[in-house]
Nanobody, 124 residues
Framework: QVQLVESGGGLVQAGGSLRLSCAAS????????MGWFRQAPGKEREFVAT????????NYADSVKGRFTASRDNAKNTVYLHMNSLKPEDTAVYYC?????????????????WGQGTQVTVSS
């Protein structure tokens, strides 16, 4: 089992940047595929990014491709989401998630563990 804690959210102007972090407990972090999802008020949870166990492969939602980058540091049990050129429509609660079995996935139902989320608000 793994526990996840996100941080780094906040209020930023459009065009700005933020880096979200997700710290994981336990000694098996490197065995989990990690994902980032977000949920805006009144909307369903949507996929943002996913990264393999080694960090060598990633996949992104079309809406963030070229602006967001997922990375991980297995020595620090941490996964990151670097967000650039932020837009008001990026405003949401951002969640990290861990998947114990399988490869990259954009389906939130395939993830086993979730953090509590961190709020990102982008003002216009």
């Amino acid at each position: 089992q793994v526990q996840l804690v996100e941080s780094g959210g906040g209020l930023v102007q459009a065009g700005g940047s933020l880096r979200l972090s997700c710290a994981a407990s336990g000694r098996t972090f490197s065995t989990y595929t990690m994902g980032w999802f977000r949920q805006a008020p009144g909307k369903e949870r949507e996929f943002v990014a996913t990264i393999t166990r080694s960090g060598t492969s990633t996949n992104y939602a079309d809406s963030v491709k070229g602006r967001f980058t997922a990375s991980r540091d297995n020595a620090k049990n941490t996964v990151y989401l670097h967000m650039n050129s932020l837009k008001p429509e990026d405003t949401a609660v951002y969640y990290c998630a861990a998947r114990g079995m399988g490869f990259l996935s954009s389906d939130h139902r395939r993830y086993d563990y979730w953090g509590q989320g961190t709020q990102v608000t982008v003002s216009s």
